[in-house]
């Protein structure tokens, strides 16, 4: 998962934007468009696209290594019934997320940024999510072959 960590920690300062996706239509990423942004650089995500909830019922269902709290995991917050924002553990106190703004408004500060965990009291779930190293090789390769990002 340290690939995966230095790559999502390329984002860092990308603006907010809620509903974002990094393309031209949806400038910025929101929470959840920025995890599935890292994550689908290394095939590690569903194709169709996923809010936290959805994201959450998904890592819950198709990983093993639920519960684990390590570089790499995703953490799920909000309440049981309702997850409302996902963030990625740069260690076992960070995280690396898309924050700072809403459904109907964007602040100033908002964007990709780290955070402590312990800031957000409503932390439900951590789940660290497969990565197959052929994934994080065939990244790299790209990368170091074209010099664009793994997407």
């Keep these: 998962?340290?690939?995966?960590?230095i790559y999502a920690m390329t984002f860092i300062g990308t603006p907010y934007h809620w509903g974002g996706n990094g393309t031209e239509q949806f400038p910025g990423y929101d929470c959840s468009g920025f995890i599935q942004q890292v994550l689908g650089a290394f095939g590690a995500v569903p194709k169709f696209d996923q809010n936290a909830d959805s994201?959450?019922?998904?890592?819950?269902?198709h990983q093993k290594s639920k519960f684990i709290l390590k570089k790499g995991s995703l953490l799920f917050f909000g309440k049981k019934t309702q997850i409302s924002h996902v963030a990625m553990a740069i260690d076992t106190k960070n995280m690396l997320e898309a924050g700072g703004?809403?459904?109907?408004?964007?602040?100033?500060?908002?964007?990709?940024?780290?955070?402590?965990?312990?800031?957000r009291s409503d932390l439900i779930a951590y789940i660290l999510p497969y990565?197959?190293?052929?994934?994080?090789?065939?990244?790299?390769?790209?990368k170091k072959t074209t010099g664009e990002n793994p997407l």
């Design 1 to 5: 998962m340290e690939f995966v960590v």
């Design 131 to 142: 990565v197959h190293p052929k994934n994080i090789r065939e990244s790299i390769i790209l």
């Design 101 to 119: 703004g809403g459904k109907n408004f964007t602040k100033k500060n908002a964007s990709v940024r780290i955070r402590p965990i312990k800031s």
């Design 55 to 61: 994201l959450y019922r998904y890592f819950k269902k």
